[in-house]
């Protein structure tokens, strides 16, 4: 697989963040351009956290103009973590391993292997910063009590793959998946995405900034929401963090 015709692609030695790279070019942007960096010394995970990274694993962002309303922009999510599974799919053989934790994390033998972390930039721009533990994994104590564990690629499958490799793959397993969400929709992505989630069925819990809702997880729903099912009934839920 080539790499894919109309994006942009650019491997930087190091960077703050390929996130915050991505706000500074948006405004000048031709056409959507993945952003890869061998470092970042300032990297960024979702809810303010930080993202702890050593040289070796992955750190990438695409940066693009999409020119949907913003609830569909945010759909980009599920199009990253399907791309991601692809990817880590055909480069590794571990596909049975691989599994899709909501909003957006990649797990493999249960761990957390990858995260994505979307923002909205200026200009209509969107980031799809995404980072994949290629090589190394932080230390279980430096990630939030209750999390999932942090593996990496390497201790769990004995494959390396290099960051390069790695783009080339996500963005090939990218290019697909966004052809087919622009072309079909959500509900093609939505049902590919159900049949890799993690914990379907079980009881899971999920934290917003204000509350902890528990229940056995339904589904996603068409707005990509996630629906527990609670002893005080259905509960439909935007944005929060899952722990099992
Ligand atoms: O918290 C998460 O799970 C999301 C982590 C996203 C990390 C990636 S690494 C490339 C891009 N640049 C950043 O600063 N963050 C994202």
Redesign the pocket.
């Known amino acids: 697989m080539g790499w894919p015709e109309g994006y942009g692609r650019r491997v930087m030695a190091e960077v703050d ?4 790279e991505a706000a500074r070019i948006v405004g000048g942007l031709g056409g959507p351009e993945w952003i890869c ?1 061998l470092n ?1 010394t ?6 303010g ?1 930080v ?1 702890i ?1 050593p040289a070796g694993n992955f ?3 695409l940066v693009m103009r999409p020119r949907e309303t913003a609830a569909v922009v945010a759909l980009r999510s599920f199009v990253a973590a399907l791309a991601l599974y692809d990817a880590l799919a055909a480069l590794t053989g571990a596909e049975a391993a691989l599994a899709l934790k909501w909003p ?2 990649v797990l493999l033998n249960g761990g ?1 292997v990858a ?3 979307l923002e909205g930039l200026p200009n209509g721009g969107l980031a799809v ?3 994949v533990n290629l090589i190394a994994a932080p230390p279980a104590e430096q990630v939030e009590a209750g999390a999932v564990r942090p593996v990496s690629l390497l201790e769990e499958t004995g494959v390396r793959v290099s960051p390069e490799q790695m783009l080339d793959a996500l963005a090939a397993a990218w290019a697909m998946r966004e052809d087919s969400f622009v072309t079909y929709g959500f509900a093609a992505m939505r049902e590919a995405w159900l049949t890799r989630a993690a914990r379907l069925g079980e009881v899971i819990t999920a934290r917003t900034a204000r509350d902890s809702v528990t229940g056995t997880f339904e589904t996603v729903d068409a707005q990509g929401q996630l629906v527990l099912n609670t002893a005080q009934g259905r509960v439909t839920i935007a944005a929060a963090d899952v722990f099992f």
């Open positions: 963040s390929t996130n915050a960096a970042q300032a990297a960024r995970g979702r809810r956290r993202w990274a750190a990438a962002t957006n994390d957390k995260g994505i972390l910063g995404i980072g």
